[in-house]
């Protein structure tokens, strides 16, 4: 089996703005199809539009909705992580540079305005929570980087497009066991529903994102977390309405990962921060984890 892009494609005509795509999963490999370069295979099947270079929707219909489907396979083994390093923001916004290119994950209300964005090659939102986005922090980066491409839950999805930002590219829907390769970037999604807040308050969808198959793995507003993977740095909350830090302890002890990096943590004073730190620690040494106390803007070299 190999990661494939089956997509569909949904604009307004002379509306100029987003266009919706769905459906990424995963299919038997079909030769001669490279994920490294999808445009061009793109414009094999396609000719009429390439929807990641190619002219806007509305140029190429006129007055029906347009529905696309392509099968994007691809074959052999995924291209090597390279050099990455991590930036921890505020809260739960996390950027990761590999290459000259960023991809950017959860960047919301808590988090200083973005203004380094050169180069974002994709935005990564786990869930619908203005914590997690905002339209001002991706209007920030897509005016730095229009049409880059969003990954993000289809209730997600919905929202984003219906705030009609500026720049705006395709906003892609991602379930749990789908994956994508995108500006060199190799992203797999897990999980698929935000942990319990309260009995009274509906859960809403929730993805998890693994990066670079087991470089950085951030879980959004759940404990759902890869099985059978190697995980490098463990993203986890220190603290949310929907949890007890109980919970983010178990949590590590579970996954193991060789390092520990505690994010949601804007709504913490400081001595909380430390105590939450300090819980989080043991855990990790009880599994030979090192726990990464990064403030932000600080960096981590991805292994």
Known sequence: MGPFWQLGYSGTPGNGKANRV????????I????????PAALQAVLPVHDPWNGPP???????????????????????PRGNMRLTKLEHAALSIEKSGSRLFIDPGKFTTPITEA????????????????????????????????????????????????PDIGEVID?????????????????????????????????????????????????????????????????????????????????????RVLPVHEMLLAKVGKTLAVTRLRESADRVGANLIDLQPFETLELD
């Open 22 to 29: 769905f459906g990424v999963g995963a299919s038997p490999a």
């Open 31 to 38: 030769p001669g199809h490279d994920s490294r370069h999808a």
């Open 57 to 79: 929707v509305e140029e190429s219909v006129s007055h029906e909705l347009l529905a696309l489907h392509f099968v994007w396979a691809c074959t052999g083994p995924p291209p």
């Open 118 to 165: 050169a180069g974002t090659v994709a935005i990564v939102i786990t869930h619908e929570h203005d914590d997690h986005w905002t339209p001002e922090q991706l209007t920030r980066i897509l005016s730095r980087n229009p049409r880059t491409p969003i990954f993000t839950t289809p209730s997600a999805a919905e929202k984003i497009i219906a705030a009609d930002l």
């Open 174 to 258: 991602v379930a749990a066991g789908k994956s994508v390769l995108v500006g060199g970037f190799d992203l797999q999604f897990f999980g698929g529903e935000h942990a319990l807040i309260h009995s009274s308050i509906l859960r809403i969808e929730n993805i998890g994102v693994l990066v670079e198959r087991g470089a950085l793995y951030y879980g959004g507003d759940a404990y759902v977390a890869p099985e059978g993977v190697d995980i490098d740095v463990l993203a986890v909350c220190a603290n949310a309405p929907w949890m007890r830090l109980a919970e983010s302890m178990d949590y590590v002890e579970r996954v193991r990962p060789k």
